[in-house]
């Protein structure tokens, strides 16, 4: 009878995990680093570059409503900015190791950086995890294609407040058109052909 007890109590912890919203409050952090581990997708990507991150040394005010917030980092010892890149379609991904549903889109936004790498295109991921070596270990086993950012405190705040949009959740992604403009608010994990619809809008 004890053990009949413990198993449903088991079961029913496991439907309740199933039942969880899809896309994952940023406030509701998860810190199981087993969990994670387990849940991880491993990324066996071909032209994989980014093995770890950089961090976003300055965040700069959009100037007006729907305006790209430009954004410094230093790469490979040279100062960056996001502004750079005015002249291309971009896609900026916010995102976390602690979140699953952000970690299933990323096997698809890494094969569409690779698939628009010779296109005027630029993906970028940042990551808000509360830790840049939980991020770095991270992508030393999931290797994306792409650039990612480590910047955990204002830089989706101002995104936010730029597009005007104020659910709190991850993954959030938004599309810059080739003017600087922030023209999508994707909210939420979406799937690849939702991603390349989106993009090719702008193109």
Same mark, same amino acid.
């Given at each position: 009878?004890?053990? &009949?007890?413990?198993?449903?109590?088991? %079961?029913?912890?496991?439907?309740?995990?199933?039942?969880?919203?899809?896309? @994952? @409050?940023?406030?509701?952090?998860?810190?199981?680093?087993?969990?994670?581990?387990?849940?991880?997708?491993?990324?066996?990507?071909?032209?994989?570059?980014?093995?770890?991150?950089?961090? $976003?040394?300055? %965040?700069?005010?959009?100037?007006?409503?729907?305006?790209?917030? !430009?954004? +410094?980092?230093?790469?490979?010892?040279?100062?960056?900015?996001?502004? !750079?890149?005015?002249?291309?379609? *971009?896609? *900026?991904?916010?995102?976390? +190791?602690?979140?699953?549903?952000?970690?299933?889109?990323?096997?698809?936004?890494?094969?569409?950086? @690779?698939?628009?790498?010779?296109? !005027?295109?630029?993906?970028?991921?940042?990551?808000?995890?509360?830790?840049?070596? $939980? &991020?770095?270990?991270?992508?030393? @086993?999931?290797?994306?294609?792409?650039?990612?950012?480590?910047? =955990?405190?204002?830089? $989706?705040?101002?995104?936010?407040? +730029?597009? /005007?949009?104020?659910?709190?959740?991850? =993954?959030?992604?938004? &599309?810059?058109?080739?003017? /600087?403009? $922030? %023209?999508?608010?994707?909210?939420?994990?979406?799937?690849?052909?939702?991603? *390349?619809?989106?993009?090719?809008?702008?193109?």
């Amino acid at each position: 009878m004890y053990k &009949l007890i413990i198993l449903l109590f088991a %079961v029913s912890l496991l439907s309740l995990d199933c039942s969880k919203k899809q896309d @994952t @409050t940023i406030k509701d952090k998860q810190k199981d680093n087993t969990q994670q581990n387990q849940q991880n997708n491993q990324l066996t990507l071909q032209n994989q570059s980014a093995t770890s991150s950089y961090a $976003v040394k300055s %965040v700069s005010n959009a100037e007006k409503k729907n305006d790209m917030v !430009d954004f +410094t980092w230093e790469e490979n010892g040279k100062e960056i900015k996001l502004s !750079d890149y005015k002249g291309k379609v *971009i896609l *900026i991904n916010f995102w976390a +190791t602690w979140c699953p549903p952000c970690r299933k889109e990323l096997p698809d936004l890494s094969q569409i950086s @690779t698939d628009y790498k010779d296109k !005027d295109f630029k993906m970028i991921g940042v990551s808000i995890d509360d830790n840049q070596e $939980v &991020l770095n270990n991270f992508l030393k @086993t999931n290797k994306l294609s792409y650039t990612v950012l480590y910047e =955990p405190n204002e830089l $989706v705040a101002k995104y936010m407040t +730029t597009s /005007g949009q104020n659910q709190n959740v991850v =993954p959030q992604s938004y &599309l810059i058109d080739k003017n /600087g403009k $922030v %023209v999508e608010a994707i909210i939420g994990s979406k799937s690849k052909a939702d991603f *390349i619809s989106i993009i090719n809008k702008y193109m």
